[in-house]
T-cell receptor, first 117, second 112 residues
Framework: GAVVSQHPSWVICKSGTSVKIECRSLDFQATTMFWYRQFPKQSLMLMATSNEGSKATYEQGVEKDKFLINHASLTLSTLTVTSAHPEDSSFYIC?????????????FGPGTRLLVL | SQKIEQNSEALNIQEGKTATLTCNYTNYSPAYLQWYRQDPGRGPVFLLLIRENEKEKRKERLKVTFDTTLKQSLFHITASQPADSATYLCVRGDTGRRALTFGSGTRLQVQP
């Protein structure tokens, strides 16, 4: 099956610093990728849709200046958490869709756990 | 807004039994529902997709149903094994929107 990777898998940073998370589709191209955030024992919440060659689309309530998204190529999207604060600590997951004969399936990365001290 | 509701309480069953997880949706029917498995600290893994015009789908020990009257999907794991212990997420997909709407998941614990 299709593989999506994320890097790093976990990161600890000081409050006020910026953190970049990479999402890569390893064996297929993705013009669109999705970024989610998941707090403990809660559902995945869509943050934004990353579009290759154009601006990302952010969900209501997500600050685009705080969560910078760059879809640099057909296999790479990055999420940068700028001026991170402890409340940004969460599990960040990306996904990329792949269309096959049975329809479109989202393939998820393994997630990145962010802890802001 | 479209919501997906799953029983937040954990489901504990004995090995070999059939596990049945429930997913309810609000408002209009989604174009399709998907079920994912998520292990702690990992991203979701796709299991099954069922479309609005399908009543049932099977894959090995897994079965999923879609009841548009009850606005409900049931996810069954037959002959359950301890390795099936995980959180199972019900997800709705809507026409014209590629992003998915996730339920909060139901944790399944299969006792040996």
């Amino acid at each position: 099956g299709a593989v999506v990777s994320q890097h790093p898998s976990w990161v600890i940073c000081k409050s006020g610093t910026s953190v970049k998370i990479e999402c890569r589709s390893l064996d297929f191209q993705a013009t669109t990728m999705f970024w989610y955030r998941q707090f403990p024992k809660q559902s995945l919440m869509l943050m934004a849709t990353s579009n290759e060659g154009s601006k990302a689309t952010y969900e209501q309530g997500v600050e685009k200046d705080k969560f910078l998204i760059n879809h640099a190529s057909l296999t790479l999207s990055t999420l940068t958490v700028t001026s991170a604060h402890p409340e940004d600590s969460s599990f960040y997951i990306c996904s990329a869709p792949l269309t096959s004969g049975s329809g479109e399936t989202q393939y998820f990365g393994p997630g990145t756990r962010l802890l802001v001290l | 807004s479209q919501k997906i509701e799953q029983n937040s309480e954990a489901l504990n069953i004995q090995e070999g039994k059939t596990a049945t997880l429930t997913c309810n949706y609000t408002n209009y029917s989604p174009a399709y529902l998907q079920w994912y498995r998520q292990d702690p600290g990992r991203g979701p893994v796709f299991l099954l997709l069922i479309r609005e015009n399908e009543k049932e789908k099977r894959k090995e020990r897994l079965k999923v149903t879609f009841d548009t009257t009850l606005k409900q999907s049931l996810f069954h794991i037959t002959a359950s094994q301890p390795a099936d212990s995980a959180t199972y997420l019900c997800v709705r997909g809507d026409t014209g929107r590629r992003a998915l709407t996730f339920g909060s998941g139901t944790r399944l614990q299969v006792q040996p």
